[in-house]
């Protein structure tokens, strides 16, 4: 009995100041606009690791601010576009073939950052925290052109994304877990209600499914993507 009154105590204790703490905090919210420059993550046992480039994408939602002085809480939900590019070529004495592939993949993306600000009002910031995102659509773009003297032989087509726990037999189609989760870190700069900040998201889930016999795979293929955006909030000092 003197258990349950001493953990009621502690947890009404708790309560109290949560609510205290949360009365005292500044409390915004805004639209943060921004640009992704994404790339793809390997660790390989099988697959040949391609000389990737990034793909710019779109980065748009809404953040909240939560102010304890220096130090904020900024949770925001993103439509968050992510992905790769990889153009390849390969000559030899009769031929040139050369290959270009572009994913895209469109995420709804919940980040969830601490943030400390140099000034309560403005000043230089650092960021980190925590992310997860869950895939809503995308769309793998191939195209190729072999040539052989006068003779040339060219190819194009579009592959649907589909998010799944266990790689289909569609091979008109490109597979990928739709669950993405990692950590974003960065630095900022804020001066009242105007936040710019240029961080960098490491995706620490596989996005490769299971195998067509459901075993794990042996490759993974990880998130890369470098951030920077934009945030107003409205009634921030």
């Known amino acids: 009995m003197q258990t349950q009154k001493l953990f009621s105590s502690l947890l009404g204790l708790a309560l109290i100041t949560g609510v205290s703490s949360l009365a005292q905090a500044q409390i915004s919210f805004g639209p943060r606009i921004g640009a992704n420059f994404a790339d793809f993550g390997y660790r390989t046992e099988s697959l040949a690791v391609p000389n990737g480039q990034m793909r710019l994408g779109a980065q748009i939602g809404v953040a909240a601010n939560v102010?304890?002085?220096?130090?904020?809480?900024?949770?925001?939900?993103?439509?968050?576009?992510?992905?790769?590019?990889?153009?390849?070529?390969?000559?030899?004495?009769?031929?040139?073939?050369?290959?270009?592939?572009?994913?895209?993949?469109?995420?709804?993306?919940?980040?969830?950052?601490?943030?400390?600000?140099?000034?309560?009002?403005?000043?230089?910031?650092?960021?980190?925290?925590?992310?997860?995102?869950?895939?809503?659509?995308?769309?793998?773009?191939?195209?190729?052109?072999t040539t052989s003297g006068n003779n040339s032989l060219s190819f194009k087509r579009d592959e649907e994304v589909e998010f799944v726990k266990q790689e289909g037999t569609d091979n008109t189609k490109s597979y990928y877990r739709r669950l993405d989760a990692g950590a974003t870190f960065g630095v900022g700069y804020k001066t009242g209600p105007i936040q710019v900040q240029l961080g960098y998201g490491l995706g620490l889930s596989n996005l490769l499914p299971n195998d067509r016999d459901n075993r794990e795979p042996k490759n993974k293929v990880f998130n890369r993507n470098l951030q920077l955006n934009l945030t107003y909030f409205f009634g921030a000092k």
């Open 67 to 145: 102010g304890f002085g220096k130090l904020a809480f900024q949770p925001a939900v993103l439509y968050s576009q992510k992905g790769y590019r990889v153009d390849l070529e390969d000559s030899d004495n009769n031929s040139t073939e050369t290959y270009q592939e572009k994913h895209r993949l469109n995420y709804l993306e919940i980040p969830l950052n601490v943030v400390y600000t140099s000034g309560e009002t403005e000043g230089l910031q650092v960021f980190a925290g925590p992310y997860v995102g869950l895939g809503l659509s995308g769309k793998n773009e191939v195209e190729g052109k």
